[in-house]
């Protein structure tokens, strides 16, 4: 069955600099990925998905980048920010299913 | 920003009572999600409605919930005899579309208190 796994519970970074969050899935077909984020108290809301083709999703200077070979749809940013500091969810979709499966989840704090 | 309304944001009840929450999805979305988000932040799908009809939903909410998107209405969620276990943040969420690769807009939740 499909799956997906955020290793990182907490990570906690200094202001400026790069932010990597690690996301891997299980599949058995070729899934959508995405990434939410959710500040405190506040819904969840999509910060970027992949392409069917190559193209990198960008969106507020975050980017992922889909790698079958590896199962891997890692977020990324150059330069983290205080106001970064949130929950960020991978989730991926099957196009045998109708609902997102998450992960764990990844609570980034951004320090000064 | 997402315009789904979740009524009420805060329910308090006691073991075996039953619990009812609401959810108006965005205008012009017909698919309807719920998830249950515990205090370790984790996601549980419970159940699924593209316009009144039930996609799919996992054995837990087939037993103990009882859920219902009609037509002109706002959607509902209500656990019969609800558990200890059962508080959580159950977020309702629409898309535009059933297609796997259509996003999910969340609305902020309805934060159940067992106790």
């Known amino acids: 069955g499909d799956s997906v796994t955020q290793t990182e519970g907490l990570v906690t970074l200094t202001e400026g600099l790069p932010v990597m969050l690690n996301c891997t899935y299980q599949s058995t077909y070729s899934p959508f990925l995405f990434w939410y984020v959710q500040h405190l108290n506040e819904a969840p809301k999509l910060l970027l998905k992949?392409?069917?083709?190559?193209k990198r999703p960008e969106h507020q200077g975050f980017h992922a980048t889909l790698h079958k070979s590896s199962s891997s749809f890692h977020l990324q940013k150059s330069s983290a920010q205080l106001s970064d500091s949130a929950l960020y969810y991978c989730?991926?979709?099957?196009?045998?299913?109708?609902?997102?499966?998450f992960g764990t989840g990844t609570k980034l704090q951004v320090v000064p | 920003n997402s315009k789904v309304i979740q009524t009420p944001r805060y329910l308090v009840k006691g073991q075996g009572q039953k619990a009812k929450m609401r959810c108006i999805p965005e205008?012009?979305?017909?698919?309807v999600f719920w998830y249950q988000q515990n205090k370790n932040n984790e996601f549980k799908f419970l159940i699924n409605?593209?316009?009144?009809?039930?996609?799919?939903q996992i054995d837990m909410t087939e037993k103990r919930f009882s859920a219902e998107c009609p037509s002109n209405s706002p959607c509902s969620l209500e656990i019969q005899s609800s558990e200890a276990g059962d508080s959580a943040l159950y977020l309702c969420?629409?898309?535009?579309?059933?297609?796997?690769?259509?996003?999910?807009?969340f609305g902020p939740g309805t934060r159940l208190t067992v106790l």
């Open positions: 992949s392409f069917t083709d190559n």
């Open positions: 409605f593209q316009n009144q009809e039930v996609l799919q």
């Open positions: 989730a991926l979709s099957e196009n045998s299913g109708t609902y997102q499966r």
């Open positions: 205008k012009g979305h017909p698919v």
């Open positions: 969420a629409s898309s535009l579309a059933g297609q796997y690769y259509a996003e999910q807009f």
